[in-house]
């Protein structure tokens, strides 16, 4: 029955062919399928068991411009008809990495961090480096989070004092993905000349220079989780993204933007979960009967589908409000924190269902599921993920139901 049903049907690498796309965009991940069916599920389990730093896939990335594609904005495109930021597709490139590997959707993720306080600037200078990195096959990073205060903006430690030439930056940042590559990192700091909210300055820095200083991967994985340092970092007003309010809001938008990825990262973990538990069920023979046989396997199985259903419907209908969001309908403001925050939740809960039917063959290192148990767990966590969105949801509510009772939209209902 579930082979029959055209929606929500889960992602199918044999027969995927999303309709609601452009042919191009069909194209390019349609491709980039096809380079993970031919590394095969073994070689992926084994690069993620082993770490292995994915050389090959940012070079298949570089040779398609799939980042260049779908992370440059027409407006920075120079033309070129196949490059703009489209929700749509966003959602289903992140979709698809996530089913083949949370490691290689990181590298995405972080870039289109990285990538929101450029692209929202004025600064014209920056935005051509950025597109030109990105046709280059760069990736980059988003420089936000501190060991001593997370992501919490109003207690950054990197400082930038004026000198003759802009200002040098010193600090440090942790938990920063791809500083060990990235062609530009955004970074967060203040001007330590400038009182309150008016010194935050978003700046651009380059991995490779002398000054910016590598310390470690802060995570035992394969993705790059980095540590670093600038040290007397020189900035000049090229480098300037944002200033003062400006700042704050780019930290802010970024986030509140980029991190709705998370939701669709955990679809498809979830969908590569649900194959490979359903197919060892089948397999398995006990007590004279397939284990897809006894009643209450069949109810977790059925659970976990319709659970996974609504997150793919819930998703797609927060695409939409990204999509048609105009500054008088900013619904996508409730539904952007609803599912990061219910959505990762309940790819969580698929897994649960599924480890009950799959047991001790969870544990195996040369499934995808046991690599899936721990990443499914990260997507929730992410910057306080669950938290800090229902507090967002709190903050939309009263002014979104005081717009309604408004006697003129009232009336316009």
């Known amino acids: 029955m579930v082979a029959e049903m055209e929606y929500p049907a889960l992602f199918n690498p044999v027969a995927y062919d999303p309709e609601h796309l452009d042919a191009e965009t069909r194209g390019k991940l349609r491709a980039l399928i096809d380079w993970f069916e031919s590394r095969g599920k073994q070689r992926l389990i084994s690069d993620h068991l082993d770490r292995v730093w994915y050389t090959d896939f940012l070079d298949f990335i570089k040779r398609e411009k799939l980042f260049a594609t779908f992370n440059t904005p027409a407006a920075d495109a120079a033309g070129d008809p196949g490059k703009r930021w489209d929700a749509a597709r966003n959602a289903a490139l992140s979709e698809i990495l996530g089913f083949y590997g949370l490691s290689y959707w990181y590298a995405w993720q972080v870039t289109v961090l990285g990538l929101g306080p450029i692209w929202m600037s004025d600064n014209a ?36 004092t004026p000198s003759a030439g802009g200002f040098t930056a010193t600090g440090d940042k942790y938990y920063i993905g791809n500083g060990n590559i990235a062609g530009m990192v955004s970074v967060f700091g203040r001007r330590a000349d400038v009182e309150g909210t ?95 046989e006894f009643g209450h396997v069949r109810q977790s199985f059925v659970d976990a589908y319709a659970r996974l259903a609504a997150m793919k419907m819930f998703s797609d209908r927060a695409v939409d409000y990204f999509r048609s969001a105009t500054a008088e309908d900013r619904r996508y403001l409730l539904f952007n924190p609803i599912t990061k925050m219910k959505v990762t939740s309940e790819g969580e809960r698929v897994i649960d269902l599924l480890w009950d039917v799959i047991a001790a063959k969870g544990f195996e290192k040369d499934t995808y599921f046991n690599t899936a148990t721990g990443h499914i767990r990260a997507l929730p966590k992410l910057e306080g993920t669950v938290h800090v969105n229902l507090a967002l949801v709190l903050k939309f509510m009263p002014n979104y139901l005081h717009y309604l009772t408004r006697s003129d939209v009232a009336l316009a209902c």
């Open 125 to 160: 200078e920056a935005r051509a480096r950025a597109a030109a990195l990105l046709d280059s096959g760069a990736v980059f990073a988003f420089g936000l989070s501190e060991k001593e205060h997370g992501a919490d903006v109003y207690s950054t430690d990197m400082v930038l």
């Open 198 to 292: 008016d010194g935050y300055v978003f700046f651009a820095v380059d991995s490779q220079h002398p000054s910016f200083k590598l310390i470690k991967n802060v995570v035992n994985s394969q993705m790059f989780v980095s540590a670093f340092r600038l040290e007397d970092y020189p900035v000049t007003e090229a480098d300037i993204l944002h200033t003062g309010a400006d700042a704050f809001s780019a930290a802010l938008n970024t986030v509140n933007v980029g991190k709705f990825n998370l939701c669709t990262a955990s679809i498809g973990i979830a969908e590569h979960s649900f194959y490979e538990a359903i197919t060892h069920a089948h397999n398995r023979i006990l007590y004279g009967n397939r284990v897809t």
